[in-house]
């Protein structure tokens, strides 16, 4: 008999995550649904079967370390217990462990869920609703809240979302017998599922609300108010849980996502926590140096000091003026302020104006430029080169 590790193909040591998927995808692929003329086929599954049947299950699986398949001989191990017997793995039904593996895969099967009256919550829950918010970067820098209109299903007020008339009761399911589920037999194997009459709620609503016409919900605008939180950017995601679309006949909500977009801003510009400013500075300034005052994102104003002789492009940083970090209860819980100088020449002089800068010139020494000095001195040796 083949060793139940070698059959599932993992090795001794493998965790309960990594046996679920290797026995999975080795189900799907030999189940018998999807070889119905490979006899090989439907060995290999049972074999397959069989393997996660022990090993799958903690008591099992040491007993089977220990001593091998011997430890199930008579069908001792298979129930936890020696001497009770498990008989035929295929008789009647299967452990804990391969019931919910098998709900999962005959679910990506059959397009249903394999869990019975369990998933009736889940079938009748309502859909999750997504609202786009736009708002300017002073908002995102400060937080606000906001007051949201959304047309959604709400639960309805007649029958309080239960989908019955008043006075009516729900009446247990004639086909499953009020266990929202039912047997069904795939091949030689046996397996719930959903109750295809009353959806896994194990009742059936046989005089409906006329309000709701038995679906438990009405269609209205939803007004909310959420906290928009200080630091948000574009795409964070608010979830406002159970806020969503209401659920059938008594399903769970829905959840709300709140999608962020911040517009751009005129003066600055966003780079994570840290915001940029392009300062337009005159040539003069720059040369002979100067105090600026400079606005920053929380409506305020700082004087930002341009030393002597400073360069187009020359950044200037201004620590903790950037964004709030989001949700930071940090000391550093903003970012920083880049400050960019933009230098900028005169046009449209006069001629006295022209005279004045035409004297400065005449003074300059290559000392003052020492880049333009760098850049002729290579041109020159570029030229004698040729």
């Known amino acids: 008999m083949a060793d139940y590790y070698s059959t599932l193909g993992v090795d001794k040591g493998a965790d309960d995550a990594a046996l679920k998927k290797a026995f999975r995808k080795q189900a799907m692929k030999y189940h018998p649904d999807r070889n119905p003329d490979d006899a090989s086929a439907e060995v290999k599954f049972k074999e397959l079967n069989e393997a996660y049947d022990v090993l799958g299950d903690a008591q099992k699986r040491a007993a089977y370390d220990r001593m091998g398949h011997s430890a199930f001989k008579d069908g001792a191990a298979r129930g936890g217990n020696p001497g009770k017997g498990g008989g035929n793995p295929f008789g009647g039904g299967f452990g804990g462990n391969v019931d919910d593996i098998f ?20 079938q009748n829950r309502g859909s999750d609703l997504q609202y786009n918010l736009t708002i300017d970067l002073m908002e ?15 639960a309805c007020d007649t ?17 499953c017998g009020g266990q929202g589920a039912v047997r069904v037999s795939q091949g030689f194997f046996n397996m719930t599922q959903t109750c295809p009459t009353c959806n896994g709620a194990g009742t059936i609503i046989k005089d409906k609300c006329r309000s709701c016409k038995g679906e438990g919900r009405t269609n209205q605008a939803r007004n909310l108010k959420v906290d928009i939180p200080a630091g948000v950017d574009t795409g964070t995601r608010i979830r406002l849980s159970g ?27 966003r780079d994570g926590d840290h915001l940029h400013l392009t300062l337009p500075v005159g040539m003069i300034d720059a040369a002979l140096g100067t105090e600026i005052e400079i606005p920053t994102p929380d409506g305020g104003r700082s004087r ?19 964004m709030p970090r989001l949700n930071s209860r940090t000391a550093s819980a903003f970012g920083d302020m880049m400050v960019h100088a933009d230098i900028e020449i005169p046009n449209s002089l006069t001629s006295k104006q022209k005279d004045a800068l ?11 430029t020492p880049q333009e000095k760098s850049f002729f001195d290579h041109l020159k040796s570029f030229w004698d080169g040729i």
């Open 358 to 368: 035409e004297g400065v010139r005449d003074t300059l020494k290559t000392k003052n």
């Open 243 to 269: 806020k969503g679309e209401a659920g059938r006949s008594g399903g769970q909500t829905g959840d709300l996502y709140v999608m962020i977009n911040v517009k751009p801003h005129k003066l600055f510009k």
């Open 159 to 175: 029958c309080e979302g239960s989908g019955a008339a008043a006075g009516a009761e729900p009446v247990t399911c004639g086909t």
């Open 140 to 154: 995102a820098y400060k937080g606000k809240k906001e007051n949201l209109t959304i047309p959604t299903a709400v």
């Open 103 to 122: 709900a999962d895969f005959f679910g990506d099967m059959m397009g249903g869920g394999g869990r019975g009256a369990s998933s009736h919550a889940a």
């Open 304 to 322: 930002l000091k341009i030393p002597a002789g400073t360069q187009p492009n020359q950044g200037f940083r201004l620590k903790g003026k950037g």
